[in-house]
């Protein structure tokens, strides 16, 4: 009889130990309940060795960048690695290894049961097939002990794979140790999330990081995976938080078919900017994008959208930007460059340029006549400033692209003048660091050379293979496939056309 009453407590101590929150914040426990991993052999593989080799693939696929400041949070994709192991690895790859940080953060969403708060794992550690990684239990109970909105959720935790699927590429990456705090939100009510950021708030500090897991669109087709996702990666990086509710909402009124959610871990990435958006400090980076459609295990009629996106504190690389009164002046300038060469086949210098203008950087001219392309030439680097790119750029395309006669004087009035303005070229590993509608490509092998502007691709609803092949084939000469072995760089434009203006 002693022994089933001792029993009965042991049982109740346990229940207490799951279910009790306030328990669980001011509990001693000297036996470790470790998490054993639950979707290893499925999400990722279940031998270390595989799983290493498989980490080992995906960092080796990506590259490091360069920014100035320092790392304090990850956006990172928690789908199966064969999907989204390698835009993960992406963002992960930015840290620094070596840093000795003292706590990592991680924010997933709950996917199997409603949580009106966030479930933190308080009771031992972690496991996965790499080993254990150590829970910092006293910061777990402190944030459970000063606000109620944090608590343990058995339901919430035990078949979780967003959380879980972190960890391998920590253990990978990772050469020094570090304590996990692993919290799983399962709301996204606005006064909740803020109360979260609030508690946080303490420890968001270039000594820990935090890391969001986040899925972005489910169930498009791959085309409007892209566009919508771009939308939604470009809202984060404003780091403004009515900026991505609203770009939720305008997804949401596209009526897309399957459109399911703009991104599946929201909660997390509106905590995240509660703790970003008054830190002028902060600033947003995206790294790399990639959908389902893109594994050899998907297809393009249902995806699922990836970014890799990471948070540093510091101030971000200068960006080249136009004012409206600027790009004018430019179109302005392009026209009565070209109307002035056909009649005297000189130009002069202009007068009263804009600054801004006078910064040394490339761009392409692009002349439409009747709605189709008369002429587009352009240089990427500039040894002059830009509004004399325009000027000679915009006279090349209109009398020395060889794909089309020269323009005449009597066209130049029904002719329509694009102008492309150019980040300088980066040179890119892997297709898959390519953004359609983002990025213009240059493909280099040898003498042979050619390239294609952003904006080609989306005109065209182009999918990243398409954009190579017939920049490959059709600009560099080198054939539909020639872009797999030669140099590939991606580049940025500010474009603007004559069709935008009043």
């Known amino acids: 009889m002693n022994h089933t009453f001792k029993t009965i407590v042991g049982l109740l101590f346990l229940h207490t130990l799951g279910c009790n929150s306030q328990g669980n914040a001011e509990l001693k426990m000297e036996k470790l309940i470790n998490r054993k991993p639950v979707v ?97 239990r006293e910061i777990a109970n402190q944030l459970m002990t000063t606000n109620p909105m944090f608590k343990y959720v058995p339901e919430a935790d035990k078949q979780e794979h967003s959380l879980e699927v972190q960890l391998p590429f920590l253990q990978y990456y990772l050469k020094k140790p570090f304590k996990l705090v692993p919290i799983i939100i399962g709301t996204d009510h606005e006064p909740v999330l803020k109360s979260l950021a609030e508690s946080l708030q303490p420890y968001f500090n270039p000594d820990n990081i935090f890391i969001i897991s986040s899925d972005f669109s489910h169930y498009p087709n791959y085309q409007k995976a892209q566009s919508v996702d771009t939308a939604t990666m470009e ?158 750029m915009a006279i090349a395309a209109a009398t020395s692209d060889s794909r089309f006669e020269p323009l005449k004087l009597e066209e130049l009035k029904h002719a329509e003048i694009e102008i492309s303005v150019l980040t300088p070229l980066q040179k890119i590993k892997c297709k898959e660091d390519i953004v359609i509608g983002t990025h213009g490509i240059y493909i280099q092998k040898g003498l042979s050379h050619g390239t294609l502007l952003p904006q080609v691709a989306s005109d065209n609803h182009w999918t990243v293979d398409e954009f190579l092949g017939y920049c490959s084939r059709n600009k560099a000469g080198l054939g539909w496939e020639g872009w797999k072995d030669a140099d590939l760089f991606t580049y940025t434009a500010i474009v603007f056309s004559e069709k935008e203006r009043p």
């Open 40 to 136: 290893s052999g499925r999400f990722y593989p279940a031998q270390p060795d595989q799983l290493k080799s498989d980490l080992k693939k995906y960092f080796d696929g990506n590259s490091k960048k360069q920014f100035a400041g320092t790392i304090q949070a990850l956006i990172v994709p928690h789908a199966g690695y064969v999907f989204s192991g390698d835009v993960a690895a992406s963002a992960y790859l930015q840290l620094n290894p070596e840093q000795p940080y003292k706590n990592i953060f991680i924010l997933a969403p709950s996917h199997h049961y409603p949580v009106q708060g966030a479930s933190v794992y308080n009771l031992g550690n972690y496991v996965t097939p790499l080993g254990e990684v150590e829970v910092n």
């Open 235 to 392: 809202a984060i990086v404003s780091n403004e938080i009515q900026k991505v509710k609203e770009t939720l909402i305008e997804n949401k009124n596209l009526a897309i078919p399957n459109l399911a959610t703009s991104a599946c871990g929201i909660s997390g990435i509106l905590t995240l900017m509660y703790l970003t958006q008054n830190n002028t400090g902060i600033h947003f980076e995206p790294i790399k994008y990639n959908n389902s459609g893109d594994s050899p295990y998907g297809d393009h009629q249902r995806v699922v959208g990836y970014w890799s996106i990471i948070a540093v504190a510091g101030k971000p690389k200068p960006i080249f930007e136009l004012t409206a009164d600027e790009k004018q002046y430019l179109l302005v300038l392009a026209r009565q460059t070209i109307n002035e060469y056909l009649i005297k086949h000189k130009t002069k210098e202009p007068h009263s340029v804009p600054q801004n203008l006078t910064n040394h950087t490339g761009a392409f001219v692009t002349l439409h006549l009747d709605g189709k392309l008369k002429g587009c030439i352009g240089r990427f680097e500039a040894d002059e400033p830009l509004y004399k790119v325009v000027q000679k």
